[in-house]
């Protein structure tokens, strides 16, 4: 968050020279904050203080004989060394592990695709394979649950031509790669129309130039292309990470079809449900939702400025 | 073909379609693979579209009873389906479609007016805090929204906002990625000569904002709004820890709790449900697919605000 102080002050210094500009910096003040207090409100309200709620409660413990007690960081002890809470954490990293990659290399491959093809199919198909975007993921959860299902799905009489025995993707081994599946099919399509715009943005006659100089098509997209939208990817590689790590309504929602395969304490996000609602334990559930958050936050953070060079996301 | 709202990139675009395609005329033929593979991608990403098409269609005994997965059964029972539907437990499915909506356009519409607030704000005004307010919105993009869903809870709990409506609709106030993307949008899209010259003719700063910077951000402001209204219309976390009371419930909890029920009866026990959870899935993203059909000239090229500098 300190990335961007460097400069503010040199504004007001020069308004400063003269009186004149004094007010006119303070009509600016007045005027920029008008604009922006409702929004810093609800932020206030909103954001920093439930984060800041949260962070005092998770300091406390309760018991029916004790009552309410102040444990500092004891939660977060707990928590770190609690195996439901660390499996859960596993399973996401794992999972953003395999996950964000092929969804960066689909919605990628399909954006360059599409970037070439200026046919009525190529453009409805684009419509087509974005649709998924607009479908709730407990809609998305629900149909692809249904599609697996042995009762409901296709799955079973698609492999039976074939003569083989359809995977479980509801069963314990499988669970991954269905849920890889889901995630995939939701959002590959927003991803691809992102870096699908940042492609048309592109000045089409540096393409001109590179084909003069001899460049064949695959040099253009590995040399411009490419780089020209890094930062539409490292967008991309942004908003999958946070969308990961908190995971929540798939495995909500495809719990009761896969039966046994998808305990409470499957994702992080999951287990700290479970803590505030199922076991009232607000403090306990309070700790893991900080630190999830706390986490992520210090993750992307990190990561953004790593490659802050490239991308003007942070810029 | 209208691509983008932001302006250059789409007349470039033009010209340079027309050179490329001129000067290689064969590159068309080499693009049967391409076509046969973007075919490919699209049954994949359609397939379980037609499944909730077909699959509404059919009453429970053609659900279960063998048959095609992929095809129509014997019975095309979408009048009866329709008609369970809207009649069970009191119709509280069609309660449910209208909370959806007030929770999506209050929530929708509120955040987008205090983005476009904010972000025009940001970009058009030097005020104290300016920098660091803004560092602090692009680190809020950061937080995970489930992360605030428990503790928001806890504070509306002490509050008294629990199960009621405002208890859904003021965090989907909350959207800071509107806020950064109206304000690098704004940035480029409302030339500081243009507000000068509205002051110099003696319009307030918020005549100015209202009658010229206003029009000029028409596009980001329906791309915030359709990324809002379709975030809060597919909320699922926030009404599930918030509600209680069944008929506050948006429709995508709603068929969550159809589901639960259906599954705890055991796929032969929840027969009829099941019909009508696949009914109530197929109708409950039909307005959705509506709104992005009707809207796409404009978001097509608002998502890209983000990622264009």
Known sequence: ?315 | MSVTPVERPKTRRASGKLVERRSDPRRVGGRIPLNIVLALLMIYFLIPFWWLIVNSSKDAASLFGGGSALWFGDNIDYVQNFTDLFTYSGGIYARWLGNSALYALAGGIGATVLAVLAGYGFAKYSFAGRRFGFAVILGAVMVPTTALVIPTFVLFAEAGLTNTIWAVILPTLLNPFGVYLMCVYARDAVPDELLDAARVDGAGEFRTFATVALPLLRPAMVTVLLLSVVSSWNNYFLPLVMLSDNRLFPVTVGIGLWQSTASSYGAAGGQTLWSIIILGSLVSVIPLIIAFLTLQRYWRGGLAIGSLK
Request: one cysteine or more.
């Open chain 1, 1 to 315: 968050m300190t990335v961007t102080l460097a400069t503010p002050e040199r504004e007001s210094a020069t308004h400063n020279k003269k009186g004149r500009r004094r007010s006119a910096a303070a009509r600016q003040n007045l005027v920029g904050w008008l604009f922006v207090g409702p929004f810093a409100v609800v932020f206030l309200a909103l954001l920093v203080l439930p984060i800041g709620f949260a962070f005092y409660l998770s300091m406390f413990q309760s018991s029916l004989i004790g009552g309410e007690r102040f444990v500092l960081f004891d939660n977060y002890i707990k928590a770190f060394t609690d195996p439901s809470f660390l499996s859960g954490a596993w399973f996401v990293i794992s999972f953003s592990l395999v996950l964000i990659p092929l969804q960066m290399a689909v919605s990628l491959a399909v954006a360059l695709m599409l970037d070439i093809m200026t046919t009525r199919f190529a453009r409805f198909s684009r419509l087509m394979i974005f649709m998924p975007y607009a479908i709730p993921t407990v809609i998305g959860a629900l149909m692809w649950g249904f599609l697996y299902s042995s009762n409901f799905g296709p799955l079973a009489e698609i492999f039976g031509i074939f003569g083989a025995t359809a995977p479980n993707f509801l069963s314990s081994n499988l669970i991954f790669y269905g849920l890889l599946n889901i995630v995939t099919w939701q959002w590959a399509g927003y991803y691809m129309i992102i870096l699908y715009a940042a492609l048309q943005g592109i000045d089409p006659t540096l393409y001109e130039a590179a084909r003069i100089d001899g460049a064949s098509q695959w040099q253009i997209v590995l040399r411009i292309k490419i780089p020209l939208i890094a930062p539409a990817l490292l967008l991309i590689l942004v908003f999958a990470l946070i969308g990961t790590l908190q995971f929540f309504n798939e495995p909500k929602i495809l719990q009761q079809l896969a039966a046994g395969a998808i305990p409470n304490d499957f994702t992080p996000n999951m287990y700290a449900y479970q803590q505030a609602f199922s076991l009232a334990n607000d403090n306990y559930g309070s700790a893991i939702s900080f630190a999830l958050g706390a986490v992520v936050f210090i993750c992307v953070y990190i990561f953004l400025f790593a490659t802050r060079k490239r991308g003007s996301f942070i810029s």
